[in-house]
């Protein structure tokens, strides 16, 4: 509790169920309109189809769950971090009030307002008050999935409960990563992959290891990163144990992390996350061959994906057509691109990887400060810069 009233903007409500939060910085009257929700790029339509897979849903029908669920809606959208916290803070003390008119819609709120802003602030690297804002996310998560409800219609963006719980969990793990609390950080990354396991997609009836990590997420759809929330939480334990002094155990659990696909069948894995800190921690550990054969598998140019070929012959033919329309547009396109480096010009279809003046290679990729934006240790951001000054 001494924790929460910290990070207290002006004052504290409190509430029998629901661990409330507090007021910010208004911008209510800027920020919702009705039918819509007012944004700077426009007015965006305060409703929103749910998923066909979905049979439980919640509409509101109070004004403060109506508010709320607008502010959560605009606050997703804000491009601006600070105006997002401020946003974030208002839809939690607004749906915290809700909860009183509408016990399961309010309390799913109360959860998307409260990892809303605790991802925020992990983003920002104020990782003391995402852990208090994650810590209070997960508990309602929880509250609500135990409903037997689904959020209300209107802020639901696909994501499965259960997964949800997951990224929160491993959102928690980083926060407590980066203030050295290793212990309930692996705690929370080991509650994180049980939600994984246990749980299935209805949709499917796969485990829910499998299914990708969703856009909100912090540093997801990076380049190399996890494509998979289990391959996203078991890196992010190997990393913690990694930042706890235990080097042997984190290369054991490295050794066990999903590299993902290899298309072309020459180890290029394409989780070069993992490898990358693969070789730097086999470094750091005065493993100098692993760690240099490693880098240098990662630093090896690494080819598109080749065409995929679908089993059905209907299909399997209409790609066929395809590719070769491709192939004879390539014949008479100009091919000439810059290596923005050197300036010197060369094919397009050479030019490696967007985003890495003209290299192909992953390694390029990664130093201290990529590292750090995808929320790595600071122990982890001065190995890699050592295996690649070494390499």
């Known amino acids: 509790m001494a924790r929460m009233m910290a990070m207290a903007r002006t004052h504290t409500h409190t509430h029998t169920h629901i661990p409330l939060v507090v007021k910010g910085t208004s911008r ?14 426009g007015l ?18 109070s004004g403060k769950l109506d508010e709320a669920i607008m502010l959560v809606r605009n606050a997703r959208r804000e491009p601006d971090v ?15 009030a809700g909860v009183l008119e509408n016990n399961e819609s309010g309390t799913w709120l109360v959860a998307l307002a409260c990892e809303g802003r605790g991802l925020t602030n ?28 689904m959020p209300p219609k209107a802020v639901d963006d696909d994501t499965l409960p259960w ?3 997951a990224v929160c969990l491993d959102g928690l793990g980083l926060a407590l990563m980066h203030t050295n609390e290793y212990e309930e950080a692996q705690d929370a990354f080991a509650k994180a992959r049980a939600a994984l396991v246990s749980h299935t997609d209805p949709r499917t009836g796969q485990p829910l290891s499998f ?18 929330m289990r391959q996203r939480v078991d890196l992010h334990m190997a990393l913690v144990t990694y930042a706890s002094g235990n080097v042997t155990k984190a290369r054991e659990q490295l050794a066990s992390v999903d590299l993902g696909p290899d298309p072309m069948g020459k180890g290029l894995y394409q989780f070069w996350d993992a490898r990358a800190a693969i070789a730097a921690i086999a470094y750091d550990d005065g493993d100098v061959t692993t760690a240099e054969r490693t880098w240098a598998s990662l630093c090896e140019a690494t080819p598109s994906n080749p065409p995929s070929v679908p089993q059905n012959i209907v299909r399997a033919r209409v790609n066929r057509t395809a590719q070769l329309m491709l192939d004879a547009e390539a014949m008479m396109t100009d091919k000439n ?14 030019a490696g990887i967007p985003g890495l003046a003209g290299s192909a290679s992953p390694c390029v990729l990664y130093d201290s400060g990529e590292v750090t934006r995808r929320l790595w240790p600071a ?6 810069d050592n295996v690649r000054n070494r390499s």
């Open 211 to 228: 299914l990708s990590v969703p856009v909100y997420a912090p540093a997801a759809g990076l380049r190399g990163s996890a494509p998979t």
């Open 122 to 149: 992990l983003r920002t690297g104020a990782f003391a008050d995402a852990a208090v804002d994650l810590r209070l996310a997960y508990k309602n998560l929880l509250s609500a999935i135990g409903t037997s409800s």
């Open 337 to 350: 691109c810059e290596d923005l480096n050197t300036g010197t010009y060369l094919p397009c279809d050479d």
């Open 82 to 96: 600070d105006v997002a916290m401020d946003v974030w803070t208002e839809a939690l003390d607004v749906a915290s």
């Open 28 to 41: 209510r009257r800027l920020l919702v309109t009705s039918p819509g929700v007012l944004l700077l790029g």
């Open 44 to 61: 965006v339509p305060a409703t929103q189809g749910s998923p066909a897979w979905a049979s439980s849903r919640l509409d509101s029908s």
């Open 163 to 165: 997964v949800r719980v």
């Open 379 to 384: 122990v982890a951001a001065t190995a890699i």
